[in-house]
């Protein structure tokens, strides 16, 4: 059974910082482009960055380009995101996602992913 599991949201001030991981099993990790999407409420889920199977290629949405850091470890079956000076309209429910669809780069196109994570929440607030 393939599993999704992120952790590491929590409540914090504007301008704080989190890191969210996600970590796979049940498939071949390095066989999978990775994405990070978030939903906010009331509105409609977003995509935030992806990784591509080796790593190298990691393009962003516009509104966290610079302040969030996508990254992989492909030894430990694992994705991550590093975000920095968090602001209230990045709070939502982070969720990762795995597609084979994707072979040498990665995108985020959510019809593409085969596997979702529950996620994890993420809360901005003073």
């Known amino acids: 059974e393939v599993q999704l599991v992120e952790s590491g949201g929590d409540l914090v001030q504007p301008g704080g910082s989190l890191r969210l991981s996600c970590l796979t099993s049940?498939?071949?990790?390095?066989?999978?482009?990775m994405a990070w999407f978030r939903q906010a409420p009331g509105r409609e889920r977003e995509g935030v960055s992806c990784v591509s199977r080796n790593g190298l290629s990691t393009p962003y949405e516009a509104l966290v380009q610079g302040r969030f850091t996508i990254s992989r470890d492909n030894a430990k079956n694992t994705l991550y995101l590093e975000m920095n000076n968090l602001q209230p309209e990045d709070t939502a429910t982070y969720y990762c996602?795995?597609?084979?669809?994707?072979?040498?780069?990665?995108?985020?196109?959510?019809?593409?992913?085969?596997?979702w994570g529950k996620g994890t929440l993420v809360t901005i607030s003073s």
């Open positions: 996602a795995a597609s084979r669809f994707y072979r040498f780069s990665c995108g985020l196109r959510d019809d593409r992913m085969d596997y």
């Open positions: 049940g498939l071949n990790f390095s066989d999978y482009a």
